[in-house]
């Protein structure tokens, strides 16, 4: 067979460099790498497949010692068939992979936190429940509004269509999505968001309509990035453990490197509620 040489280097692919959620990651896999002699090598895809796809090829022939992937695509079959063509140590970061595909993956449970967030929006009185999602075409999207919805159904309400927008994580679409939200219903009395960021951005177009957070609409996000606490109100989150689950992605890839089994391949963290101060008790 061949004689791999060892570079004691990681490559890490994530998908979009400006979600300030992702550089919170890298530096924990940065640290737990660097501990135990390890380089890291940084791809960032912009959510585009072909350039996952490249920087897994470019990987290879860098000949790093194993790869931590927070994937830009849905897992869909095809995806699986070329991950499982790869040949070295991999580990999913913030994404798990679609059944019938069991890679190794660290995440954080997006239904569980969800829920979270709207169950506290429900308990601070409030009924008609804005919700900023992700695309729904991804795994982690697809959860976490499930989370949006089965909140609302248990407490006995029914999910209007009307009050969901699909966006992209990103800021501006946050902004984007309280514009149309409002166009169509403008009695909703919070907005949960999928991601920090769109809360960030749905505060801003709140507030470019004269209106206040939270006293005229709560906004409740979900991430905990650092300026989520230094924006203005503080913005009441979920947190996500990010370095935690960084820690771990790279301490299970390590091990895969040093041919030892995993204690856990699917391994699952906790969100916390951050209460704030972008929720106020519905009047
Ligand atoms: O990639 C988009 C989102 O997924 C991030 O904001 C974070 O929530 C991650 O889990």
């Known amino acids: 067979g061949l004689i791999t040489k060892k570079t004691n ?9 400006t979600n300030p959620f992702f550089p919170q990651v890298v530096r924990a896999i940065e640290d737990t790498g660097n501990h135990r002699n390890y380089n890291i090598i940084l791809c960032n895809t ?5 350039k996952e796809k490249l920087y897994l090829e470019i990987l290879q022939k860098k000949y790093v010692d194993g790869i931590i992937l927070t994937s830009s695509t849905r897992t869909t079959k095809d995806h699986g068939i070329l991950l499982e063509k790869l040949k070295l140590p991999l580990v999913l970061l913030d994404r798990a992979a679609a059944s019938p595909f069991d890679f190794p993956s660290v995440y954080t449970c997006g239904y569980q936190g969800v829920m979270l967030g709207v169950n506290y929006l429900l308990k601070q009185g409030h009924r008609k429940i ?7 075409t991804s ?7 499930e989370g949006y919805m089965a909140a609302l159904q248990n407490f ?10 699909y966006g992209d994580y990103k800021a501006e679409t946050g902004e984007k999505g309280i514009n149309e939200l409002l166009e169509k219903d403008r009695n909703f009395t919070a907005v949960m968001a999928a991601n920090d960021l769109m809360a960030v951005g749905a505060m801003r177009s709140i507030k470019n309509r004269q209106l206040k957070v939270p006293e005229d ?3 409740l996000g979900f991430d ?4 989520s606490r230094l924006i203005d109100p503080a913005l009441t989150t979920i947190h996500q453990p990010s370095y935690e689950m960084g820690k771990k992605a790279t301490d299970m890839l390590i091990r895969l490197i040093e041919g030892k089994e995993l204690e856990k391949r699917q391994v699952v963290l906790k969100p ?3 209460i704030r101060e972008s929720v106020a008790e519905r009047r």
């Open 217 to 219: 609409i709560s906004v």
């Open 9 to 17: 280097t990681l490559g890490l692919i994530i998908p979009d460099i």
């Open 272 to 274: 916390e509620l951050l």
């Open 130 to 136: 804005a919700y900023l999602s992700g695309p729904e």
């Open 156 to 165: 006995g309400l029914t999910v209007n269509p009307q009050l969901i927008y």
């Open 139 to 145: 795994l982690v999207g697809k959860e976490r509004l």
């Open 224 to 227: 905990n990035i650092q300026i």
């Open 46 to 50: 912009d959510n585009n497949q072909e």
